[in-house]
């Protein structure tokens, strides 16, 4: 796997999807990506067993993890009323990154979002349950800077004319 692909589809996220569905695993040994879902591998103290898990699944966990690290990062609005400086809290001498929230767009400068660019369209199934919600920890961030859970509710905030709801923005 490339990119970003190999942590979304990793045997730690198999083995919480597999405990939350009351699986007792002892080890997950091969987490396979097929075209809409994920083969996985795994041992139990009956044998070896495995099991389709779907897309959806690890990206749920994945996102889950990025909304958590988001909380470590401090936003501050630039000039520029649609760009965002976003830096880890614990290391404010980081130059940080540039988020740029638009009414119809969402981006970051760092490297996990441009591989999401690069690499997801590989992947046509994630591309295409992803598409509107390609999310970094820094763009949740700025989101939750302005009070939305998400990228669709951030989007339905937007009014006609490019301003933001007073609502969101306080």
């Known amino acids: 796997m490339k990119g970003i692909l190999k942590y979304v589809y990793t045997a730690s996220r198999a083995l919480a999807i597999l405990v939350a569905q ?39 966990l994945a996102m889950g993890v990025r909304k958590e690290r988001a909380s470590e990062y401090v936003v501050t609005q630039r000039s520029n009323p649609a760009q965002f400086n976003v830096v880890n809290s614990r290391d404010i001498t980081e130059a940080g990154y540039l988020v740029i929230a638009t009414p119809d767009l969402v981006t970051c400068s760092c490297k996990d979002f441009q591989e999401m660019a690069e690499y997801l369209p590989q992947h046509p199934y994630l591309w ?24 669709n509710e951030y989007f339905k905030n937007w009014q006609v004319g490019g301003r933001f709801h007073e609502v969101a923005a306080a």
Do not use: P
């Open 128 to 151: 295409r349950v992803m598409k509107s919600t390609r999310c970094c920890k820094h763009i949740y961030a700025t989101l939750s800077t302005l009070a939305c859970g998400s990228l």
């Open 22 to 60: 009351g699986i007792e695993v002892l080890k997950v040994m091969e987490v396979k990506v097929m075209t809409c879902c994920v083969w996985v591998k795994y041992r139990t103290v009956k044998g070896i067993c495995s099991l389709f898990v779907s897309v959806r699944a690890f990206l749920k």
